[in-house]
C-alpha cells in the first residue's frame, strides 16, 4: 500500500505567507502541517512509498524536507513528484495531480493508495481509518461538524446502514446531516483506473472531493468517521487557532 499526499496548491488565502512557502509546510505548533499528516501515518502498517505531489515552485522545499525528514526517520521511503505548474493558471487542480501521478509511477498504479490533502490536521493516528478501509473498494475519511449551517461550507454525506454513500452534495443549502467528507481517502488497486476514465470524460479536475461525488454512483464508497479533532485551515485566522488548539497534541 501507498500514500499520496496532495501539495500541489497555492493557497492564496494565505498571501503573503503562501507566496515563499508551501502551505503544508507551514508550521502548526511547532511541526510543518505535512508532518502532522506523516506521523499519523506512521503506525499504519505495510506502507511503501509516500508520494508527495507539488508544483515547480516549491518541489525542491519538499525534496529538501522529506531530505530531513529521512534522516531522522530512515525507514520512510519518500517521492517527490513535480506536476510542472507555476501557479494557480495553469495547475492540475487535486484529481488532475492524483491522475497524474498514477499515470507515471506504475507502482502507485498497482497498489492500494491512500490520498490525504497534506494540509489537513489530525489530532489522532489514522490506523483504525485504513483497517476499516482496506476490505473496501474505496472509503471516504468523515467527520461530524456537529452543525448545520457549519457544514454549508463543507459537503454532506448519507449513508445506509452499513455505512455505504447514499447522497453527497457539496456546499449544501439544505443539509440533510452534519457529516461531511474530507480530504482522507482509500482507493483499492482495482478502483484506481476509475480516475483515468473521470478525466478522460471531460470531468472537473479540482477538489478531490468532486471525485467521490462521482464515483459513488458507480462503485461502493464507503465511510469511516474520524474521531478526536481535525481541523481545515482556510485563513490566517484558523492557522492562528490550529496552532493554539493542536500544543495539546506535540507528542
Do not use: C
Amino acid at each position: 500500500m501507498n500514500v499520496l499526499i496532495l501539495a500541489a496548491g497555492y493557497a492564496t488565502r494565505l498571501y503573503p505567507l503562501t507566496l515563499t512557502k508551501a502551505k503544508p509546510l507551514l508550521e502548526v505548533a511547532g511541526k510543518p502541517m505535512l508532518e502532522w499528516v506523516i506521523d499519523n501515518l506512521a503506525p499504519v502498517p505495510d506502507i511503501d512509498t509516500i508520494y508527495i505531489v507539488t508544483n515547480n515552485k516549491f518541489a525542491k522545499d519538499f525534496q529538501a524536507w522529506a531530505d530531513g525528514y529521512r534522516q531522522r526517520n530512515p525507514n520512510r521511503s519518500f517521492s517527490i513528484i513535480n506536476d510542472g505548474s507555476t501557479d494557480d493558471s495553469d495547475k492540475l487542480g487535486a484529481i488532475g495531480d492524483i491522475n497524474f501521478v498514477l499515470s507515471r509511477e506504475t507502482a502507485a498504479a498497482n497498489d492500494d493508495l491512500i490520498v490525504v490533502a497534506g494540509d489537513n490536521l489530525f489530532s489522532e493516528p489514522l490506523t483504525e481509518f485504513v483497517a476499516h478501509a482496506r476490505s473496501s473498494e474505496a472509503t471516504l475519511a468523515t467527520y461530524d461538524v456537529g452543525d448545520l449551517e457549519a457544514i454549508k461550507k463543507y459537503s454532506a454525506i448519507t449513508m445506509n446502514d452499513e455505512g455505504v454513500i447514499t447522497s453527497f452534495e457539496e456546499k449544501p443549502q439544505q443539509p440533510k446531516s452534519t457529516l461531511t467528507g474530507i480530504a482522507l481517502y482509500y482507493f483499492s488497486r482495482a478502483t484506481i483506473p476509475m480516475f483515468r476514465t473521470y478525466i478522460e470524460e471531460g470531468n472537473n479536475p479540482d477538489q478531490p472531493g468532486r471525485f467521490i461525488q462521482w464515483l459513488y454512483t458507480r462503485r461502493p464508497v464507503k465511510t469511516h468517521q474520524i474521531q478526536g479533532t481535525w481541523f481545515d485551515i482556510g485563513s490566517k485566522e484558523t492557522l492562528a487557532e490550529a496552532n493554539e488548539l493542536f500544543r495539546q497534541f506535540v507528542r
